[in-house]
């Protein structure tokens, strides 16, 4: 028996699907080459490169999952310049409904190749022409997300303040 939208037993589970809350960052991290925009390759479906993020842990803020989730991705270690855009189209996760804030950030360290069969890190110069040149291999809304923030971006390479704490721009 095949379950239609319209069996009781659909709509009580679609009824009592978890929204999940999500953080992911735009990220700068300054190499020898210049700024790069830090992304990951995602190897399981939805596959396609994606910002750094996941989802919220219990008991912790949206600003601490961004720092966690950009460390156990990438192996840089985070710092929040400011919180961006909420993004909540029920349609942007095909897996279900995830509401996201996205925050700008810079990251230093030293990065690692991502976490093991799930991810690759991704470095892309930070001029629209590449990333448009790609528009089709991002997974999720992320390529609108980089779109909606590119003068966010542009402030953050142009103000130089890769590296800088927070505080000294407030």
Same mark, same amino acid.
């Given at each position: 028996?095949?379950?239609?939208?319209?069996?009781?037993?659909?709509?009580?589970?679609?009824?009592?699907?978890?929204?999940?809350?999500?953080?992911?960052?735009?990220?700068?991290?300054?190499?020898?080459?210049?700024?790069?925009?830090?992304?990951?390759?995602?190897?399981?479906?939805?596959?396609?490169?994606?910002?750094?993020?996941? @989802?919220?842990?219990?008991?912790?803020?949206?600003?601490?999952?961004?720092?966690?989730?950009?460390?156990?991705?990438?192996?840089?270690?985070?710092?929040?310049?400011?919180?961006?855009?909420?993004?909540?189209?029920?349609? @942007?996760?095909?897996?279900?409904?995830?509401?996201?804030?996205?925050?700008?950030?810079?990251?230093?360290?030293?990065?690692?190749?991502?976490?093991?069969?799930?991810?690759?890190?991704?470095?892309?110069?930070?001029?629209?022409?590449?990333?448009?040149?790609?528009?089709?291999?991002?997974?999720?809304?992320?390529?609108?997300?980089? @779109?909606?923030?590119?003068?966010?971006?542009?402030?953050?390479?142009?103000?130089?303040?890769?590296?800088?704490?927070?505080?000294?721009?407030?």
């Amino acid at each position: 028996r095949t379950l239609q939208d319209t069996d009781p037993q659909v709509t009580y589970q679609k009824e009592n699907e978890m929204i999940e809350c999500c953080a992911d960052a735009i990220v700068s991290y300054k190499s020898l080459t210049g700024y790069k925009l830090v992304l990951v390759r995602r190897l399981n479906d939805p596959k396609g490169l994606a910002l750094p993020g996941g @989802r919220l842990d219990q008991g912790e803020s949206l600003e601490q999952c961004v720092v966690r989730e950009g460390k156990e991705e990438t192996g840089l270690d985070f710092s929040i310049v400011k919180q961006l855009k909420t993004y909540s189209d029920p349609s @942007r996760d095909p897996r279900g409904q995830k509401v996201s804030t996205v925050f700008l950030c810079t990251a230093a360290g030293d990065f690692h190749e991502g976490e093991s069969g799930k991810t690759e890190v991704v470095f892309m110069d930070l001029n629209l022409v590449p990333i448009i040149r790609h528009k089709d291999d991002f997974a999720f809304d992320h390529y609108q997300i980089i @779109r909606d923030n590119w003068s966010e971006i542009q402030w953050l390479i142009r103000d130089n303040i890769q590296g800088k704490p927070l505080n000294e721009f407030l």
